[in-house]
């Protein structure tokens, strides 16, 4: 299995931050990576896909970026309403895995 | 409109088969490039792929779950049918079906559903 590493796991930061959450897979994913949002009892949002495709709808302070087999996630001002966790997934190989999570609190 | 939604039983023992039900609207899963997932949640954890199958039915199951897991679809009645046999406390999660396109991720999530197992 491919397996999907995030980092950090919990990230504190203020409005109006700049801010990064890196994604590291075990192998060679192309370009096959997703990244999804969720707030507390509601299901994932997808974001991001193809590593730096801008899901429609989803606000330019979003990208995604990738080098090799890390990838990254930067919201470029943080907002309100972007407090929450984001998981990475690669869709490369069967099984598709997630990461862990990085959950992103108010400092 | 794109929708789905994850229906079946909200408590199972454990030994039981569990069957659920994604019904979805707004796109075929009959048309080229389109698949359907599962995913699961357990409370306080990580997102977990399960299964999909595709417009073509092609079909991929999570080889960790192996013989357990079973998806199905039914064109004609927009649906998708996962079951998971030998439930265990462990099974414990919200469940999610999900569209998504070849190339992208899952682009549309149903509400997910909480399934417990527990005697």
């Known amino acids: 299995d491919i397996q999907m590493t995030q980092s950090p796991s919990t990230l504190s930061a203020s409005v109006g931050d700049r801010i990064i959450i890196t994604c590291r897979a075990s192998q060679s994913i192309s370009s096959w990576l997703a990244w999804y949002q969720q707030k507390p009892g509601r299901a994932p949002k997808l974001l991001i896909y193809?590593?730096?495709s801008l899901e429609s709808g989803v606000p330019s302070r979003f990208s995604g970026s990738a080098s090799g087999t890390e990838f990254t996630l930067t919201i470029s001002s943080l907002q309100p309403d972007d407090f929450a966790t984001y998981y990475c997934?690669?869709?490369?190989?069967?099984?598709?895995?997630f990461g862990q999570g990085t959950k992103v609190e108010i400092k | 409109q794109i929708t789905l939604k994850e229906s079946g039983p909200t408590l199972v023992k454990p030994t039981q088969t569990l069957m659920l039900t994604c019904a979805f609207s707004g796109f075929s899963l009959s048309t080229n490039g389109v698949g359907v997932g599962w995913i699961r949640q357990p409370p306080g954890k990580a997102l977990e792929w399960l299964a999909v199958i595709h417009w073509n039915d092609v079909k991929y199951v999570s080889p960790s779950l192996g013989s357990r897991l079973t998806i199905t679809k039914d064109t004609s009645k927009n649906q998708v049918v996962l079951t998971m046999t030998n439930m265990d406390p462990v099974d414990t999660a919200t469940y999610y079906c999900?569209?998504?396109?070849?190339?992208?991720?899952?682009?549309?999530w149903g509400q997910g559903t909480l399934v417990t197992v527990s005697s």
């Open positions: 999900a569209r998504r396109l070849v190339g992208s991720g899952f682009d549309n």
């Open positions: 997934q690669q869709y490369n190989g069967y099984p598709w895995t």
């Open positions: 193809k590593a730096s």
